[in-house]
């Protein structure tokens, strides 16, 4: 699909993901009637995706993993009026999950492996921070045909370790199984990560990132566009793994949030 076609693509309105305005979650926020232009919304610094659905604009805001239940602001601008919304968020517990992992450098790096993760952080931090034009498809179709193992927000133990939060979802595909753009998108980055593996970004606009991680092959390149059900690469067990699987990330205004809610079938 040619950029021009994939702009016209982005420019009609999509199935919104589910209400779920708990840490990890996705807040689908009323704004109003459809007007001729969009409005803007922001959360603090932060600007959200603004979507229109059933001749209503609503913004999307995701919802970091270590937020305290309570009200959330954000504010909304249309021409010269400005106003707020707030976001009451609830509680959400996740259970815990212990894994023991073989290579010890995975889970205690050592000094030049540190560097190699920091000069690593520096490259997917910015991708997760992409802001583009466009509205985003977010009727998601599943990346990959398998089973849904490991859930987003598991609280990860590794080796008896405390670690970060299971930030994505796991989908049980054995290695060189075909994983597919769950929705048209601009290639944003692709690359072999020390935790990650061989891994894609996709853009999908408006701060809507998805990443595939621990391939064992990439089918793409950067600034590709690619369309629903491309192909993107396969499944393997590069990176941190206990064997191999897809690991989907959804990220939303540069926060990790449950990639279930963005599954048609699950609404």
Known sequence: MGALALGLAWSIGWALPAHSPVPGGVAVVDLGPAGQSAPTARWGE????????GGRWFALLGIPLDTLPGELEIGVSSGSTATGRNVAVQVKNYPEQRLTIRDKRKVEPDPDDLARIAREREITDAVKRRFSDGMPDTGFALPAAGPLSSRFGLRRIFNGEPR???????VAVGTGAPVKAPAAGIVANTGDY??????VFIDHGQGLITAYMHLSRIDVRAGQPVRKGETLGAAGSTGRVTGPHLHWAVILNNTPVDPELFLVRQR
Do not use: K
Request: proline share 10%.
């Open 194 to 199: 020390f935790f990650n593996g061989n891994t």
């Open 164 to 170: 970060n939060p299971h930030a994505g979802l796991d």
């Open 46 to 53: 932060q600007p959200l995706a603004v979507v229109r659905d």
